[in-house]
């Protein structure tokens, strides 16, 4: 134990032992603390990192069969009921927004338990698609 003291910059001559447990019991005091309140935060911040990057992979192994079964056969100018008809195929459940100035159709395709692929196809007045937007997303805590 002498080493241990002397290591810490405690002369080994000043202190008795019981002033030297004292000493130590707090430094484990403050160190047990410092752990309580850092360590469970800093495990945290991995998991949520690990988390993304493993649903990042899963979207990154679905996009070939997405783009396949979906993105190819979604164009603009086709009309509602093909789109309708591609996401049917594709097994993916749609709602379609008739309250807004551009009706617009969304869906949902799940690469995983979180992450996926968001659809929003925007329509023009006579219920063809005017705009594409297929976006990827992550479900991070």
Do not use: W
């Not at 005091?29 to 752990?35: D, T």
């Not at 493993?54 to 070939?64: D, N, S, W, Y």
């Not at 783009?67 to 009921?81: H, M």
Request: aromatic share 8%; net charge negative; with cysteine.
């Amino acid at each position: 134990m002498p080493y241990l003291y002397g290591a810490l910059g405690f002369p080994n001559t000043c202190y008795d032992s019981a002033e030297k447990i004292l000493i130590t019991a707090a430094l484990a005091v403050i160190i047990g603390v410092l752990a309580y309140f850092l360590l469970p935060g800093a495990l945290l911040g991995f998991a949520i990192a690990r988390s993304a990057q493993e649903q990042t992979l899963q979207i990154e192994g679905a996009r070939p069969l997405f783009d396949a079964v979906v993105r190819k056969k979604l164009t603009i100018g086709d009309s509602l009921e093909h789109a309708k008809k591609v996401l049917k195929d594709a097994g993916l459940e749609f709602t379609i927004d008739r309250d807004l100035a551009h009706p617009k159709l969304y869906s949902m395709c799940h690469a995983g338990r979180g992450p996926g692929f968001s659809i929003e196809l925007e329509l023009d007045s006579d219920d063809r698609i005017a705009r594409i937007d297929i976006q990827d997303y992550v479900d991070v805590p």
